[in-house]
């Protein structure tokens, strides 16, 4: 028989052991939750926000903020000093670590990026996969996944960068894209398309998940069916109130329309001279953190430039070069001389083609000045009808360049960028502005393409006399420009990824890239070092006003913004709240 203890014992080892059960079958609900938790907003609860409200919308649809879909409407017309354009949902209910997401995403316009963020610890630090839509990219089907972090830098480092093949890019299309986060390993799918793992310890600790959308005349991207599985954590307390940092500020606004930059020098005073339209010439003696109108007589505009022996010139002009300049910082300018230029010669397969106004100028370093030039041919281009989208109908691009070694008054025949040994010519080069010197004394071009991946990257190695051939270039990038620092350090920038960045610290060898706005998408700008390793950008934003610009630092192994030498009222919004 068993004893009257022995049945105590017995009966307070079963509670003991249905409380277990009960427990663990309470976690397994929990984690059965997690192994396929469906999210949606709601009524915002558990959700923290970033440019406005999410919603939801019919078939599991997450919804950012704006204007009726497709209806171009420029829902961020008047917050143009905000990051209206960057949209954020954070779910707040749930930290996760290791963990599997589903959802699927679509892209509603031309120009908008969809993302998933993932291990953030606030606002400004976290992880993303994002998927960027220019519309260079889609109208040739070139679909690019990203992931990357964000940190105290407040741009976007891209740890990787990879374009996955059979992916469509036309708008409106839904694709299914897989994330398995574990430990330090990030494996990313979408439409079944695997890209490259990515390995990365900065955030190790479990952080929220979420969503990341920017748009362009109200028109983003709409995501689908989030569905999260792993082994989820109470969230650490979310400061709501912590917005993402700004990088840019407008140097010299105005109300008339679209601004452009033609170029920014510093004149043999010292004051930093910058050509606008609309707004003139505007000059800064503090480096560029500040503008005023410049009264100026003869000023016609074009690409501004203090020549290595003193000169202030300006170089403009369709087919034919004029050239200005002014010996008094700016103030007033001789009136314009048109420069003379060797004929060119048509290939001999294409006896119509012509060479357009120059793209862009630069000035070597012994004072040899090059333009860079695109052929069309007639019949061929914007008045033809034909579509850009439509594959070998458009054009006829082919890029060139000329010379100059008497200070512009004079320029030699266009050689082609696709010269020797190369045979004929790559219709494709569409943008010849992202032009450099590397410190071994190498030229390079990195010109825009029409329907090619990346750019294309051209080399000279005798100061522009030939080039070529033209090759597949390191990134994709459009309406870029570029800039060597003193130091060596090669800078470009333009569309893609959002507004990228990419340093090389290496002479084009290798590049490191960045996301540094989204604001800024149509790019178009002028970089010019300020200071050594300190250069002041200035780019177009989207919204058709004014300039944006940006002070960025050369670091040992990239480079980052300089929030220091923003304006008060920006560092004022970035700084973190009390607390």
């Known amino acids: 028989m068993v004893s009257t203890e022995t049945s105590l014992k017995m009966a307070s080892i079963l509670l003991i052991v249905l409380g277990m059960m009960a427990v663990a079958a309470n976690n397994g609900t929990a984690d059965q939750r997690d192994r396929r938790q469906r999210l949606r907003i709601g009524d915002g609860h558990n959700w923290s926000f970033i440019g406005g409200k999410w919603s939801d919308g019919e078939g599991e649809v997450i919804s950012p903020p704006g204007a009726p879909f497709n209806t171009g409407v420029n829902a961020y017309d008047g917050q143009r000093t905000t990051n209206q354009d960057l949209l954020m949902a954070f779910y707040t209910g749930r930290a996760y670590r290791d963990f599997e997401a589903e959802f699927k995403f679509r892209w509603d316009g031309g120009h908008c990026g969809a993302g998933f963020v993932f291990r953030a610890q606030d606002a400004r630090h976290y992880y993303i996969v994002n998927f960027p839509n220019i519309g260079q990219c889609s109208r040739a ?18 740890l990787k960068m990879e374009m996955l093949h059979g992916v469509a890019t036309e708008r409106g299309i839904w694709h299914q894209a897989r994330l398995v986060v574990n430990g330090n390993e990030f494996r990313l799918w979408v439409d079944g398309r695997p890209m490259s793992p990515v390995y990365d310890d900065t955030y190790t600790q479990p952080g929220l998940i979420g969503f990341e959308a920017w748009a362009y005349g109200g028109v983003s991207s709409t995501f689908q069916d989030l569905r999260i599985s792993g082994k989820s954590v109470r969230p650490k307390p979310w400061d709501a109130t912590l917005q993402p940092v700004q990088n840019w500020f407008l140097p010299y606004p105005i109300t008339e329309g679209q601004q452009t930059c033609s170029g920014i020098t510093r004149a043999p005073n010292g004051d930093l001279l910058m050509g606008l339209s609309p707004g003139g010439l505007v000059r800064s003696t503090d480096n560029g953190r500040t503008w005023s109108p410049l009264e100026t007589e003869g000023w016609q505009g074009g690409w501004i430039h203090t020549t290595r022996d003193g000169r202030l010139i300006t170089l403009f002009g369709g087919e034919d070069i004029l050239m200005a300049e002014s010996t008094d910082n700016g103030k007033t300018w001789s009136e314009p001389v048109k420069a003379e230029r060797a004929p060119f010669t048509p290939p001999e397969n294409a006896p119509e083609m012509k060479l357009g106004g120059v793209h862009g100028f630069m000035e070597l370093n012994d004072g040899t000045l090059l333009g860079f030039l695109v052929s069309s041919i007639p019949g061929h281009g914007h008045e033809s009808g034909f579509n850009i989208w439509e594959w070998g109908m458009y054009g006829g691009h082919s890029a060139w360049s000329i010379r100059s070694t008497d200070g512009g008054h004079t320029w030699s025949a266009p050689v082609p960028l696709n010269g020797p040994p190369a045979i004929g010519q790559k219709y494709d080069l569409c943008e010849c502005t992202s032009n450099v010197q590397t ?3 190498r030229v390079l071009s990195l010109v825009r393409p029409i329907y090619s991946p990346w750019m294309w990257e051209i080399w000279s190695e005798n100061n522009g006399e030939s080039w070529g051939p033209a090759t597949s270039g390191p990134f994709p990038c459009y309406a870029a420009t570029a800039l060597a620092t003193k130091s060596g350090v090669l800078l470009v920038s333009g569309r893609m990824p959002g507004l990228g960045l ?7 060898m290798t590049w490191k890239p960045y996301r540094v706005d989204t604001g800024g998408l149509w790019a178009m700008g002028r970089m010019y070092e300020v200071e050594p ?19 960025i630092r050369i670091t040992p192994d990239g480079a980052e913004p300089i929030r220091e030498m923003l304006p008060a009222e920006v560092q004022q919004m970035n700084a973190a709240p009390a607390g």
């Open 141 to 158: 089907e070139h679909f690019w996944a990203l992931i990357s972090k964000v940190g105290d830098s407040g741009w976007v480092d891209v």
């Open 502 to 508: 990419y340093v090389s610290h290496d002479s084009g």
């Open 533 to 551: 390793d300190v250069v002041l950008y200035v780019y177009m934003d989207h919204y058709a006003s004014s300039m944006r610009a940006q002070f």
């Open 439 to 441: 410190k071994e004394g």
